[in-house]
């Protein structure tokens, strides 16, 4: 099964998509699609119409609080809302990025997410605490998070990837996907976390599709300053 996350940068405003994600997607054939800082509204009819010619019909959209990001999870498959929250954080970014769904015919809980760039060490600490906390009480579940982290477990100096690279020791599987970057000034901040029992076969940042750029810091022509992260999973070994 192919889970694409994809950080669509359209801020806190309900910007128009580009076009090119369409072409994108077809490209990539996800069967479960993720998008992240992502702003629902009137003008998405467009990006759902799309969505649902690619088969991705059954979309579940996180509740916006305020006016931070949301989450969109589109599936070929149905799902269903799960019970878990993001971190209860002062003006509800946490919640406001963080979706979880259960992919009802394939044993798959999903959890999308961004983590808020928070400006202070105390704020990232708090947050990064509690969904430390979340993963690992749910560790024994057939469970992947995946999404924009703002943090790289391959640069523990900084909070955030400190706390990824804890769980990465504790036995979740936190890989290195393939490719460059994930954030066009070079950076890896897009990550896919399987719980042990997931058969995590891949993850890859996808940049460059069939020659185009589909991120890059030009903003006229891309979808994105961040690259698509594709995640292969299989079936259940047990």
């Known amino acids: 099964m192919r889970v694409v996350s994809w950080n669509l940068g359209r801020q806190t405003r309900e910007a128009p998509i580009p076009a090119l994600l369409q072409f994108a997607l077809s490209v990539l054939r996800p069967e479960v699609l993720v998008l992240n800082e992502f702003v629902d509204g009137p003008t998405r009819a467009t990006l759902r119409e799309g969505l649902s010619v690619l088969g991705l019909s059954h979309i579940r959209v996180s509740e916006r609080v305020g006016r931070h990001n949301q989450v969109l999870i589109a599936s070929t498959t149905p799902v269903e809302l799960g019970a878990l929250k993001g971190p209860e954080m002062p003006g509800g970014a946490g919640e406001s990025n963080f979706l979880h769904v259960h992919l009802q015919t394939r044993a798959l809980e999903v959890v999308g997410l961004r983590v808020p760039a928070y400006k202070t060490s ?47 020791a504790d036995g979740l599987q936190l890989p290195r996907p393939e490719g460059e970057w994930s954030f066009a000034r070079g950076t890896c901040i897009d990550h896919v976390i399987a719980a042990p029992a997931v058969n995590l076969l891949s993850a890859e940042y996808v940049s460059v599709i069939e020659g185009i750029a589909v991120a890059s810091l030009d903003p006229g022509n891309r979808v994105s300053d961040h690259a698509a992260l594709v995640a292969g999973i299989g079936q259940s070994e047990t």
């Open 122 to 168: 105390r704020d990232q600490h708090e947050y990064w605490s509690q969904l430390a906390t979340r993963i690992r009480e749910n560790v024994d579940r057939r469970i992947v998070w995946i999404g924009d982290l703002n943090a790289d477990p391959d640069s523990p100096a900084y909070v955030g990837g400190r706390y990824l690279a804890e769980l990465r």
